[in-house]
């Protein structure tokens, strides 16, 4: 059974910046992808950002330029940098590691960006 445990959630105010772990019990180079998903209240989990195994990255628009996802295979680490942080940004963030055949997801961590 794989686990993932996220942190550096948080309350901070807008403009300001967290930093997010995700830290995997299995080496992560075996994903496919390790994703960063968010849900806020009342919405549907959505794709914040991705790094493939070979470290090509994809952004959701609303981020693109603001947050950055980044890896350390040696640690089975995965780090979303978040700036420029806006109230919008608020909610549960999720890690995700693709295995194609299956996902396996953290339990969340909570940000709130208060404005």
């Known amino acids: 059974q794989v686990q993932l445990v996220e942190s550096g959630g948080g309350l901070v105010q807008a403009g300001g910046s967290l930093r997010l772990s995700c830290v995997v019990s299995?080496?992560?180079?075996?994903?496919?992808?390790m994703g960063w998903y968010r849900q806020a209240t009342g919405k549907q989990r959505e794709l914040v950002a991705r790094i493939t195994s070979g470290g090509s990255t994809d952004y959701a628009d609303s981020v693109l330029g603001r947050f950055t996802i980044s890896r350390d295979n040696a640690k089975n680490t995965v780090y979303l940098q978040m700036n420029s942080l806006k109230p919008e940004d608020s909610g549960v963030y999720y890690c995700?590691?693709?295995?194609?055949?299956?996902?396996?997801w953290g339990k969340g961590t909570l940000i709130t960006v208060s404005s």
């Open positions: 995700n590691a693709d295995e194609r055949i299956m996902y396996y």
């Open positions: 299995r080496t992560i180079t075996v994903f496919v992808s």
